[in-house]
């Protein structure tokens, strides 16, 4: 395909593409559909399966194993070879298995953000899935949006595109739509007439024609080279993979002090090698990080289930120890249906607006009757209804089926008034032409159209009262006011439409405006947002609302949620606007109190967010235009709606899909209880580790027989006890945790009550495998393989026993539910039946010294594992004392 579209004109460029300034028909666009395939923008790549897989054995104790199993070899040992390269290749396996399901399903939630593009078809403006364009498409462009093809622009209003994906450069280049004069070689950055593929538009609004989808864009071509950042690892797997590595230098130094000593008692070399290699094992938690992914990637599960797509990984973590939302109003804690429910135009009549939603439904009614424009039309009804269709970007239709609509919700509401006069918009597009739009941004508050009727010219605005009432004249300014802050003060959202003669098209020279009328809007709260609010502040949680809206309106309905009472809690955006001279901390003494912040610029939210930080709140923002992206990069967790912009969602870690603030909650709890899983997960694999290493050691000073052969600690730590860590991240959460204050995230996990519990227990476990094989090699013909068969099974039962305690940190194990997990349940009895089999195939018990015990004996080891329940209930009714009182 030819590739020099910016040295074309826009009609050559559309002539070439067979292309009309209307859009194609749906005929047309199922041709090219099938000619040129879906436009799937190659994404970067992914890990490969192979890559995982070979990636297990980038691990110095893997290199130590196989160094163990060629010593077999050489040495003859080909049962112990096959056994340690057995246990090798299925630990590889386990684990890539593992990390393919979490890659897998980080790559299922990312596929679930779609990307829609408004595209002119059929003579209209439609909503399609961005990946259903196809060449010779027109799309339209606003802030905000991921550019979903490459495009020749045809129109541009002060549009402006970030490109640094495809060309480096973060700062956003101005379009335009002129040819381009040059040879061809114009760098990307300096097409200026294009946008591309996967950039975004920053701000203005832009139409133009498609010349190339999916592999046939600019970045289609690179994206072979575009290796997929591979994804921040969390922090805490993080902070736990350098653990490990200081744990390994450890039990190195232990390894080889066991080792010397070992020596001086006569072992013979091959044996201290590996029992050293055994110990390493055992005391190193070197499962640890990856069993942390896999109880995040479950967390991530979960939040997806209760409609929160994480995004980065460390959100996980991170919105358990959130201590502060600062939410958008419009959509997240309101439903952002926007009805229109009272309009007073400037001859002083009040209007009542029936219906609700997005829908035509509804009358408009003076004194209780339905207002018409037909026989005697209302003229002042007639010039606002004019000005209020001009000045919108929004579509309302009807269709067969009931109505369509797409575009901002206030344009939305602002059609369905004409229906409600029994006119299509169509009646009022008619009567003028559009000279030039000044389309709606949020840093701005309004919306603007010149436009040409009956010969004349026109100006007509729409937007926040007082930046509406500036131009005004000064006499109307304060009669108009006084009618807005009382509709305000209703919980009416309110917009002022202004209007005046316009000879040329600069905003600077126009006269000052008439006002054409005030609109009153409902935004109705959502239900579940008010009991949400009550289980953040119960969660020890601050919830406070940043919004565009006006301060009156924002209190009012931050009151019926229950969220602020008064209004001292109400700062605006006025008050803030000396933020620049002010530091973070002098602002955050200033907004310390504030529970609602309005008429916020954008820029101002970001700043709030940076002195909410300064207090050490740990700061979860919402947003959704394309405005918001530094606050939500600025916040420890940026969460974006699932309306938002496709930047905003760029922005942030997380995205909420149904945009409500309840899923914000929600993901707050799943976020508390994976967090408790993972510690759930460090405490037993630390606590076992640790107990096996204390008996091996004892043995070792105590000079007698060692109760575990190398082999045998192999199996129990990579084997039992690996299937017992992994589905301990499977446990449901408690949901007390939601009545417990945020932890602090900068805590370390290894905190008093996880050492006191991790001592006592790996003691304890200790204490009774020793205990038990001191007593056993008193009694008469004791023989060793015997007694290690038993005390392995001792060891089994333990540590099936232990992770029941590890299952709960503070509460009885008795009064969680066993369906509370029942994976663990089944892990259980998974590694008692395996290591049950284990002595009795041939081969494998003779490998690990193994041979079928006796029915007495199992009976005596079922209390004796017992004891380590009895201790850690105790331990655990201790401590529950102590915290109570
Ligand atoms: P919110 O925080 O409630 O989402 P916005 O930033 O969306 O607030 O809106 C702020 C103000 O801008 C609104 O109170 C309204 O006065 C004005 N406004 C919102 N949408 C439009 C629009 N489409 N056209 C003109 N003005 C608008
Ligand atoms: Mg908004």
Redesign the pocket.
């Known amino acids: 395909m030819e590739s020099n579209w910016h040295l074309s004109t826009v009609d050559e460029t559309l002539s070439t593409l067979g292309a009309k300034r209307e859009g194609l028909n749906a005929g047309e666009v199922q041709q090219r559909l099938s000619e040129y395939g879906r436009n799937s923008i190659p994404q970067p790549k992914s890990k490969t399966l192979m890559g995982i897989f070979l990636h297990q054995f980038l691990d110095p104790l893997i290199y130590v194993l196989i160094g163990a199993a060629i010593i077999s070899v050489v040495t003859g040992d080909t049962t112990d070879a096959i056994f340690i390269t057995a246990i090798i290749v299925i630990n590889a396996i386990l684990g890539t298995y593992q990390e393919w399901q979490a890659e897998n399903s980080a790559q299922a939630l990312r596929n679930l953000v779609k990307v829609r593009s408004r595209v002119k078809r059929d003579n209209g403006i439609h909503e399609v899935d961005s990946e259903e364009l196809v060449p010779g498409d027109i799309v339209l462009l606003e802030s905000g949006v991921k550019v979903p093809a490459d495009i020749r622009l045809i129109e541009s209003h002060d549009l402006t595109v970030e490109e640094a994906l495809l060309t480096g450069e973060s700062e956003a280049v101005h379009k335009h739509t002129d040819k381009l004069n040059g040879n061809g070689n114009i760098a990307l950055g300096d097409r200026v007439n294009m946008a591309f593929a996967a950039t975004t538009v920053q701000k203005g609004r832009g139409v133009g024609v498609i010349t190339g989808t999916a592999a046939h864009t600019e970045i289609g071509q690179i994206a072979d080279s575009l290796r997929q950042t591979s994804g921040e690892k969390p922090p805490l797997v993080q902070r736990m993979e350098s653990f490990s590595k200081k744990i390994s230098i450890i039990v190195l130094v232990v390894c080889v002090i066991l080792g010397v000593i070992g020596y001086l008692e006569g072992m013979p070399p091959k044996e201290i090698f590996f029992l050293m290699v055994a110990v390493g094992v055992s005391a190193i938690p070197e499962g640890l990080p990856v069993a942390l992914t896999v109880a995040l990637s479950i967390g991530t599960r979960r939040m997806a289930k209760r409609n929160v797509i994480v995004r980065k990984l460390p959100a996980v973590e991170g919105l358990g120890s959130c201590t502060m939302i600062a939410s ?3 959509g997240t804690l309101t439903m952002d249906q926007q009805s229109v429910k009272q309009l007073y135009l400037p001859d002083g009549q009040y209007y009542e607006v029936s219906g609700q939603g997005y829908n035509g439904d509804g009358q408009i009614l003076a004194d209780g009757q339905p207002v018409t424009l037909d026989g005697q039309p209302d003229a002042e009804m007639s010039t606002f209804l004019l000005a209020a269709i001009m000045a919108n970007e929004g579509i309302l239709r009807k269709t067969g089926d009931g109505w369509e609509h797409s575009g ?1 919700a ?2 939305v509401a602002l059609r369905a008034l004409s229906y409600k006069v029994g006119k299509d918009p169509k009646f009022f597009k008619a009567q003028a032409e559009v000279v030039e739009i000044i389309p ?1 941004e ?1 840093e701005r ?3 603007a159209v010149f436009y040409k009727r009956e010969g004349g010219q026109y100006f007509a605005m ?4 007082e930046i509406v009432l500036e131009k005004l004249g000064p006499t109307a300014r304060d009669k108009v006011n006084e009618v807005a802050e009382k509709m305000a003060a209703d919980g009416y ?1 309110v ?1 002022a439409l202004a209007g005046s003669p316009a000879t040329q098209t600069d905003l600077k020279q126009l006269p000052d405006l008439q006002l054409l009328g005030l609109i009153g809007m409902i935004d109705p709260l959502r239900e579940e947002a008010k009991t949400a609010v009550k289980n953040c502040r119960d969660a020890g949680i601050e919830v406070v609302m940043v ?4 301060p009156a309106t924002a209190l009012s309905i931050a009151r019926s949620l229950g969220l602020a009472e008064s209004a001292e809690e109400v700062i605006s955006g006025v008050e803030l606007s000396s933020i620049d001279k002010l530091t973070p901390k002098e602002l955050a003494e200033k907004i310390k109190a504030k529970k609602v912040f309005a008429r916020v610029a954008p820029l101002q939210k970001q700043k709030i967010v940076e002195a909410m930080k300064s207090l050490g709140h740990f700061v979860a923002v919402t947003g959704d235009g394309a405005n918001d992206a530094p606050a939500l990069k600025s916040a420890h967790i940026g969460v974006a709606m699932g309306s938002g912009t496709d930047l905003a969602k760029e922005a942030s870690s997380i995205i909420v899909t149904d945009n409500n603030f309840a899923s914000i909650e929600a993901g707050v709890e799943e976020g508390r209880f994976t967090f408790d899983n993972l510690r759930k997960i460090i405490y037993l694999l630390i606590s076992t580790g640790a107990a096996e290493l204390l008996t091996v050691a004892l043995s070792l000073f105590l000079n007698v027989p060692l109760p575990f052969i190398a082999v045998q600690l192999l199996w129990l730590n990579l084997v039992t006890n690996g299937i017992q860590d992994i589905a301990l991240a499977f446990e449901k959460g408690d949901p007390q945790v939601m009545h417990k204050p945020p932890r602090k995230p900068d805590e370390s996990i290894f905190d008093k009550r996880m050492n006191s519990q991790i001592i006592v227990s790996a003691l304890t476990i200790a204490g009774v495998v020793f205990g038990v094989w001191l007593y056993l090699m008193k009694q008469p013909g004791f023989n060793e393989r015997h007694g290690r068969t038993v005390v392995m099974m001792l060891m089994v039962l333990l540590q099936n026993f232990h992770v029941l305690n590890c299952r709960s940190e503070t509460k009885s194990l008795f009064r969680i539910p066993l369906r509370n997990n029942w994976v663990l349940i089944l892990g259980i009895v998974c590694a008692q039946l395996l290591h049950v089999s284990a002595a009795y195939i041939p081969g494998l018990n003779s490998t690990l010294q193994l041979e079928p015990i006796r029915m007495r004996e199992w009976l005596l080891l079922l209390p004796a594992a017992a004891s380590v329940l009895l201790v850690m209930e105790l331990y655990k009714l201790i401590i529950h004392r102590k915290e109570v009182s």
């Open positions: 958008d109003k419009t901002d206030v344009d709606y949020s508050k309004f919306s729409k937007g926040a009262v959202r917009l919004t565009g809206d006006h």
